[in-house]
């Protein structure tokens, strides 16, 4: 799971877009005001007996600490701009602006999992991309995505039951191997799920990471026709998996790298997956067969990476909820539960002191 932004859309807007979503959540499910997965939804309002956005985030700072200014999970990131250019392809499956052919600004932002702002990198944490496009009228697309190819929990509350069982044990620095078999004993699912991501090990850095979306949602084309769509970011850079020499030498050799690295622009291509009606569309830690057809639908550029700071990444929440007419949510549950927690974490830290990334993108530049 990744993190409203100052400055969007226009007023009106981003509004729009949100209720859009929600709509078209309760049409799906129910997901607008039944309870899935451990949370109750009706509009933010959940019921005080259920794992709210507030005691989801709480488990987050009693998990890692409280770290004021900054994101309750995905805590440790750089930003970056670029742009989006589409090649029109998209048109087919979406009537969504995104998929016309045009170029797009673009802000994004990298990270690690995990609540600490400060931690060492470490190449088997989970590499998260968000990305804001915007587009024509003062529509955005928001996704967050990571570089593994599932979800390990089906659920919210599996999410954060999981969290709990692998926290670290103060004395020892390491989680309570009875608790985390007991949790993995109890979900089959994310033992499997598990089994996936282990055989697609790390690349060697974020510059050349595939990075997905996980969840399906629906795309709707000008006849009306919606299918259900995952899609991923593949890079042009060559993907390896030997490990850079800055290991060794800095805590923060994945971030250096990608500052390092874009002194060139970065590009991926932006990949969507077209799922059949049996493919599940509600259980993230499911993958899809691998003979789906899939297009290229353009190429993201990053241009600069940057330490966060007002106005760039550090103020936009990746609400996978926020969406061009044409994309809608289906029927997963963790997607309201997102939206909701990104919510909550970004209202926590909008009224902290901010305090400076641990990576000085300037200073890696001029080493």
């Given at each position: 799971?990744?993190?409203?932004?100052?400055?969007?859309?226009?007023?009106?807007?981003?509004?729009?877009?949100?209720?859009?979503?929600?709509?078209?959540?309760?049409?799906?499910?129910?997901?607008?005001?039944?309870?899935?997965?451990?949370?109750?939804?009706?509009?933010?309002?959940?019921?005080?007996?259920?794992?709210?956005?507030?005691?989801?985030?709480?488990?987050?700072?009693?998990?890692?600490?409280?770290?004021?200014?900054?994101?309750?999970?995905?805590?440790?990131?750089?930003?970056?701009?670029?742009?989006?250019?589409?090649?029109?392809?998209?048109?087919?499956?979406?009537?969504?602006?995104?998929?016309?052919?045009?170029?797009?600004?673009?802000?994004?932002?990298?990270?690690?999992?995990?609540?600490?702002?400060?931690?060492?990198?470490?190449?088997?944490?989970?590499?998260?991309?968000?990305?804001?496009?915007?587009?024509?009228?003062?529509?955005?697309?928001?996704?967050?995505?990571?570089?593994?190819?599932?979800?390990?929990?089906?659920?919210?509350?599996?999410?954060?039951?999981?969290l709990v069982a692998s926290q670290a044990d103060p004395?020892?620095?390491?989680?309570?191997?009875?608790?985390?078999?007991?949790?993995?004993?109890?979900?089959?699912?994310?033992?499997?799920?598990?089994?996936?991501?282990?055989?697609?090990?790390?690349?060697?850095?974020?510059?050349?990471?595939?990075?997905?979306?996980?969840?399906?949602?629906?795309?709707?084309?000008?006849?009306?026709?919606?299918?259900?769509?995952?899609?991923?970011?593949?890079?042009?850079?060559?993907?390896?998996?030997?490990?850079?020499?800055?290991?060794?030498?800095?805590?923060?050799?994945?971030?250096?790298?990608?500052?390092?690295?874009?002194?060139?622009?970065?590009?991926?291509?932006?990949?969507?997956?077209?799922?059949?009606?049996?493919?599940?569309?509600?259980?993230?830690?499911?993958?899809?067969?691998?003979?789906?057809?899939?297009?290229?639908?353009?190429?993201?550029?990053?241009?600069?990476?940057?330490?966060?700071?007002?106005?760039?990444?550090?103020?936009?929440?990746?609400?996978?909820?926020?969406?061009?007419?044409?994309?809608?949510?289906?029927?997963?549950?963790?997607?309201?539960?997102?939206?909701?927690?990104?919510?909550?974490?970004?209202?926590?830290?909008?009224?902290?002191?901010?305090?400076?990334?641990?990576?000085?993108?300037?200073?890696?530049?001029?080493?």
């Amino acid at each position: 799971m990744n993190e409203d932004t100052p400055p969007a859309p226009p007023p009106s807007r981003e509004p729009v877009s949100r209720r859009r979503a929600l709509i078209g959540l309760s049409a799906v499910g129910g997901i607008g005001a039944a309870t899935i997965g451990g949370f109750g939804f009706a509009r933010g309002a959940l019921t005080p007996e259920k794992l709210t956005p507030a005691r989801f985030a709480d488990r987050f700072e009693h998990v890692f600490g409280r770290h004021e200014g900054f994101r309750r999970n995905h805590a440790k990131g750089l930003s970056a701009t670029g742009y989006f250019t589409s090649n029109g392809a998209g048109t087919v499956v979406s009537t969504a602006s995104v998929f016309r052919s045009g170029t797009y600004p673009v802000t994004g932002r990298f990270s690690l999992s995990g609540g600490l702002p400060c931690a060492p990198d470490n190449a088997s944490v989970v590499r998260g991309l968000g990305l804001q496009i915007d587009l024509p009228h003062g529509e955005q697309w928001r996704t967050a995505m990571v570089n593994i190819p599932v979800f390990l929990d089906s659920t919210p509350q599996n999410f954060i039951d999981r969290l709990v069982a692998s926290q670290a044990d103060p004395e020892t620095g390491k989680p309570d191997q009875k608790k985390v078999k007991a949790y993995l004993e109890d979900h089959p699912e994310t033992v499997a799920a598990m089994k996936i991501v282990h055989q697609h090990p790390p690349t060697s850095g974020f510059e050349n990471s595939t990075y997905r979306g996980l969840n399906a949602f629906g795309f709707t084309n000008e006849d009306g026709q919606t299918v259900p769509v995952r899609w991923m970011l593949v890079p042009e850079e060559p993907e390896g998996s030997e490990k850079p020499p800055q290991e060794q030498s800095s805590e923060d050799y994945l971030f250096e790298n990608l500052v390092r690295a874009s002194s060139a622009p970065l590009q991926w291509h932006l990949i969507l997956t077209l799922g059949q009606p049996e493919d599940p569309t509600n259980d993230a830690t499911k993958p899809w067969p691998d003979d789906r057809r899939t297009i290229d639908v353009g190429t993201v550029t990053i241009n600069s990476v940057r330490a966060e700071a007002p106005g760039n990444a550090r103020d936009i929440n990746f609400d996978p909820l926020v969406l061009p007419d044409g994309i809608t949510p289906l029927d997963d549950p963790l997607l309201a539960a997102r939206s909701s927690v990104y919510a909550q974490s970004f209202a926590r830290r909008s009224r902290e002191t901010h305090h400076p990334s641990k990576i000085d993108a300037e200073a890696v530049r001029r080493a």
